[in-house]
Nanobody, 121 residues
């Protein structure tokens, strides 16, 4: 059984920084793309940043230049470094990992439990 466990959310003032982590555990063959999504109250979940197995990254326009996604394949972990946070970044952040659990079959998307990020003075 595969599980994703997130950590690192919290309350920070505008201009502050946070680092989110998401580690996968369980039995699986490989991890493909990883990503971070967020959902603010009353809004749809949106992609914040993604990273491929080869290390290519993409970002939502609203976070470019402020957020950095990275991964540590040895630890099955994806990170999101968030700098210069703004009140509009307030949301529940979810990690996503596309995991191939068996040598046969297709990979499946797994989700973390979500972590609250609140940016407020």
């Amino acid at each position: 059984q595969v599980q994703l466990v997130e950590s690192g959310g919290g309350l920070v003032p505008p201009g502050g920084s946070l680092r989110l982590s998401c580690a996968a555990s369980g039995r699986f063959v490989s991890i493909n793309a990883m990503g971070w999504y967020r959902q603010a109250p009353g809004k749809q979940r949106e992609l914040v940043a993604g990273i491929t197995s080869g290390g290519s990254t993409n970002y939502a326009d609203s976070v470019k230049g402020r957020f950095t996604i990275s991964r540590d394949n040895a630890k099955n972990t994806v990170y999101l470094q968030m700098n210069n946070l703004k009140p509009e970044d307030t949301a529940v952040y979810y990690c996503n990992q596309n995991i191939k659990q068996w040598s046969w079959g297709l990979p499946v998307d797994y989700w973390g439990q979500g972590t609250q990020v609140t940016v407020s003075s």
